[in-house]
């Protein structure tokens, strides 16, 4: 008997999935671009961000799973119900925005990165890139296509290893990590909001809902509002995924950051504009290998970031307007939902074309996500908390202490944008 049951018993691994796949969608060839540069303007005395920010984001991400796995609804679709419309559209709208404009970005950094490696035009391989993330998205059944998706969160490991032949002068780097440091300065103002809009962004707050109803419909299973003693195991399986997915998160920030600062910083090089930009750099100063496993993890997370974004748009478009929105489902009984990820993904490439400044895409992705971030995360604390839509199952006191903290904590990085 004892036997029968640690065999049915889950393994680890099994029990990882919307939340590691979320925290590792997180370090985005965007996001990579924001720690390069980063790590390269400041060295390690900002490094401590990644840590100020890892509770907030386990919090808020954890508060998204919730709201998915106990109402069974994404966020949109809760707003929609419960909220009024002008919010609804407001908020959607500028997820579009956000996310579209991130789909350029990530799409042009790996077009730029396999360009880097083989040679060859950049334009071509982002729309290739493009292509084969929606062909995916599109073709293969979420039960496999999630599956995938949480063994490509293994690319991230590329800049763990970069971490270690760079040469990283630890008793630094560590003390500067450790002991926070901050000007209060246009310059350090815009460096805190790009991490924050980078690590706590709004189309993880979609993604991860939507897939916790995702996974609910896979393992046939009724919402926990209506299943309250469920909510035991269904609660400690989210905390435990969402903790190790922005564990993963934050490690790998850290990692690029120590990177850069080892080798850019050091060498004088406080500017780059792409990631792209940091692998090349990286080049003469720390290597071949270094440089080749900075350029891989750029395509290998952007094959992973670039549906996430795709997804979450459509996800939210789709519950505005009550189009069948499922991975699960075939393209035949989906078309809306799946048109939309094609048109953001698309639109995305698009973005490549017309000229657009990488470090302005990466600028105004960090701008529109920190200062849509704040607002979606009080919707998410105001629809917790509402007995109409998580029933008994509501958002504890501490929770509910450290989810309005971390919406003060981006409301105020994106007043201090403004005002310094």
Sequence with gaps: MTKLSKAKRPSFWSRLGPGLVTGAADDDPSGIATHSQIGAA???????????????????????????????????????LHYPRGLLYFIVALLIVANVINLGADLGAMGAALALLVGGPEWVYAIGFGLV?????????????????????????????VVMVAGIPWRTALTETLIPSFEFDRVH???????????????LFFWQTAQEVEEGRRRHIKPLMTTPYRAKSEIARIRTDTLVGMAVSSLVGIAIIYATAATLHASGITQIETSAQAAQALLPIAGRFAFALFALGIIGTGLLAVPVLAGATAYAVSEVF?????????????RAFYTVIAVATLGGVGLTFIGLDPVRALYWAAVVNGILAAPVMAVMMLIARNKAVMGRLVLSRGLTIGGWLATAVMAIASLLFFII
């Design 322 to 334: 009550g189009w069948t929105d499922s991975l699960e489902s075939r393209p035949s009984e989906a």
């Design 42 to 80: 400041f060295g390690y005395s900002m490094a401590w961000t990644m840590l100020f920010s890892f509770p907030f984001m386990v919090i808020i991400q954890g508060i998204a799973a919730g709201i998915g796995s106990v109402s069974g609804r994404g966020i949109a679709q809760n707003l929609k």
């Design 133 to 161: 993330c929606v062909a995916v998205e599109i073709i293969v059944p979420y039960r496999r296509y999630s599956g995938a998706l949480k063994w490509a969160t293994l690319s991230l490991f590329a800049y763990v290893a």
């Design 189 to 203: 103002a815009m460096a805190m909001l790009a991490i924050l809009g980078t690590t706590i962004s709004p189309y």
